[in-house]
DNA sequence: CGAAACGTTGACCGTTTTCAATTACAGTGG
DNA sequence: CCACTGTAATTGAAAACGGTCAACGTTTCG
C-alpha cells in the first residue's frame, strides 16, 4: 500500500524501481511523470548556475517523498539525482491529480506538504542571510541539515566546502559542536 | 467581489483594510487570520537573523496574494510589514479552508499557487548561489526582480547594498545593463 | 522647509574563495 | 586479502571579493 496521504490511491497508481548511484531520476525539462517516494536510499534536486555550479535545490532522504511541486507543471525544473543505491514508489501524476479533483482531503494534504515546503525554503533563506560562516553553519546543524556527505550539504549553505570543514572544527573546537567522527558532527546536548 | 481563485467564497469573507508604511500586517508568532490580497502598495514579509538583519521572506506587490503557507500552520512565521501605504484584503481563514474541504478545484488552485511559490524559492537558491555578485545582481534583473527599492532587493540576494550599487553600475559600465533613471536599472533590449 | 530615508561612491579590512597538497576511507578486481 | 582507484575529508597559504564604515548627494514626505 502506498504511503500516509496516498493511500487512497489504487496500487497501479505506482511503480517501484530502484537506480545505482549516480543515475537520474528524471531530467530539467522532461514531461513530469509524477511525484517520487524515496522508500530508501538518497537523492537530489540540482540546478546548475551558468558557471558551473550545482546547486542542490532539495536533498530527499528515506521516507520522504519529492517532486511534489512537479504535479502543477509542464515539465521538470531540475534534475534528480540518486547519490547512493535508493529504491524509489513513482506515483503517477494524472491519477494524483484525479484524485485531488474527487477527494477534498486529500487536496488539502497536498497543500499542506507544500505549504510545509515554502516554510523550510523560507528557513533556510533565512540560513542563508547569515553573513558569518562560522554561526550558519552552527544553525543549520541545529536545524538538523547535517545529513550525508558534507560537499551537498555545503552547496546547500551557498559556502564551499572548505570553509565549512573549517567551520565545523572551529565549533567544535569552542566547544559549540562535537565532532563524533570523520565528517560527523552533533550538537552538545545540554 | 473576491479576485481569481476566490470568487465563490462569500464577500462576508474578506475585509478590506489600509495600512499606513510601517505598519504591521501581522507579527511573527501572531495566530493566522487568514491569507491577504494586496489591492495596492507594497508589503514585505521579514525574518529577522540572531544578529538582528531583516532578510525579506517575500516580497508581495499589487495584486499578489500573500501569506498563503499560513492557512496550514498554528503561527505566522515571520513579519509582515506595509512598505508603502497599501489597500488589502483579508480572507477568512476557516472559510478558506472550508471552502477548501468542499470544493476541489479550488483546493487544486490553492496547491498550484503553493507550487509556484516553491518554484520561484527555487529559483531563488539558484541565484544565490552565484557567487559573483555582478552575475547574481544580473540574473535577478533579468527575472524581474529589480522591483521597489534597491535596499529590500539586496537583502533578498544576500548582498549589501553597497555591493549591489556597485554591481549596478559596473554592469551598466560594461553596457549589460542600462540605467533608466536614479536606483532604476532596465535589461538592454536586443 | 527640514528631517528622514534612499542612492552613490571611496577606502580599508577581513573573511571566504581558490588553488594545492595530503590523508583517510570505501569499493573493485586481481 | 591486498594493491588500486576514486571520492570525500582536511589543512595550508595567498588572493580576491564583498562587508563595513564613512561621507555626501538626492529625493520624498510630513
Redesign the interface.
Known amino acids: 500500500m502506498l504511503p500516509a496521504p496516498f493511500s487512497s490511491l489504487p496500487n497501479s497508481a505506482s511503480t517501484n524501481f530502484e537506480l545505482h548511484a549516480g543515475a537520474y531520476v528524471f531530467r530539467l525539462g522532461g514531461k513530469p511523470f509524477g511525484l517520487f517516494f524515496l522508500v530508501d536510499g538518497e537523492v537530489h534536486?540540482i540546478?546548475h548556475?551558468?558557471?558551473g555550479?550545482a546547486?542542490p535545490?532539495?536533498r530527499a532522504y528515506a521516507g520522504e517523498f519529492f517532486a511534489?511541486?512537479s504535479?502543477?507543471?509542464d515539465a521538470y525544473?531540475?534534475d534528480a539525482i540518486a547519490q547512493t543505491h535508493s529504491k524509489l514508489l513513482k506515483i503517477d501524476r494524472s491519477q494524483t491529480?484525479a484524485l485531488?479533483?474527487?477527494?477534498?482531503?486529500f487536496?488539502?494534504e497536498?497543500?499542506?506538504y507544500?505549504?510545509?515546503?515554502?516554510?523550510d525554503?523560507?528557513r533556510?533563506?533565512?540560513l542563508?542571510?547569515?553573513?558569518?560562516a562560522q554561526?550558519r553553519v552552527l544553525?543549520a546543524v541545529a536545524d538538523g541539515w547535517l545529513k550525508g556527505n558534507i560537499l551537498s550539504f555545503a552547496?546547500q549553505l551557498?559556502l564551499s566546502h572548505e570553509t565549512v570543514y573549517r567551520a565545523l572544527s572551529d565549533l567544535a573546537k569552542a566547544k559549540r559542536l562535537e565532532k563524533v567522527a570523520r565528517g560527523k558532527f552533533r550538537m552538545i546536548r545540554r
Chains 1, 2 share one sequence.
Open positions: 534536486l540546478r548556475t551558468k558557471s555550479d546547486v535545490i532539495h511534489e511541486a504535479l502543477f507543471s525544473h531540475c491529480l485531488m479533483e474527487t477527494n477534498p482531503r487536496s488539502i497536498i497543500s499542506t507544500l505549504a510545509r515546503q515554502v516554510q525554503y523560507r533556510l533563506l533565512e542563508r542571510s547569515i553573513r558569518s554561526e544553525s552547496a551557498g
